[in-house]
C-alpha cells in the first residue's frame, strides 16, 4: 500500500486512532487513499473511525473539514480535545487498551479473510489484536511463517 498510512497504534495526545483517521482523509482529498477504506471513511458504526467518533463524541463531516483546514496534526488535536465528550485519563486507558487488544471472532475472522486474501491461511486471525492485523496487512508486521 502506498503511500503508507499510519498505523492504529499511534497516538496523537490522548488519542489513538487518530492520526491514521488524518492520514485517511488527506489522502482521500488526494485521491489517493486505497478504495477499501472508502466506504468506512469517518463513517459511524463499528468501524474503527465509527467507533472513534463515537467515543469522542464528535461529528465526522466536522472532524473531515477541520483536518482539511489544519496545517499539521497539533491543530487537528486542538480541535479534537476542544470539542471531544470530555473523559478521565483512566477513561482514555482503558479505551485505548481495550482496541489496542481487541481480537476478532470467528465470523469476523472469516470476513476479513475473505477482504484480505493475502494473509496465508495458516495466520491464526482470532489470536492477533487487530491493529497487529491491520499493521501485517500494510506492512509493518511480518507475516508469521507456518510452523
Known sequence: MSPKLRSPYEKLGRYILLPRIIDKVRLHT??????AYH?????????????????????????RETILNSECDDGVLAWVE?????????????????FQTYRLSQML????????????SHVDLTAMSLFDLIDMDEGRLPIPDAS
Open 82 to 98: 476542544s470539542k471531544s465528550a470530555k473523559k478521565t485519563e483512566m477513561e482514555h486507558a482503558q479505551w485505548m487498551k481495550a
Open 109 to 120: 475472522a472469516r470476513r476479513f479473510r475473505k477482504q484480505y486474501p493475502e494473509i496465508p
Open 39 to 63: 466506504n468506512n471513511l469517518l463513517k459511524g458504526g463499528f468501524t474503527l473511525d465509527g467507533q472513534f467518533l463515537t467515543w469522542t463524541g464528535l461529528d465526522g463531516s466536522q472532524l
Open 30 to 35: 488526494q485521491g489517493l487513499l486505497p478504495t
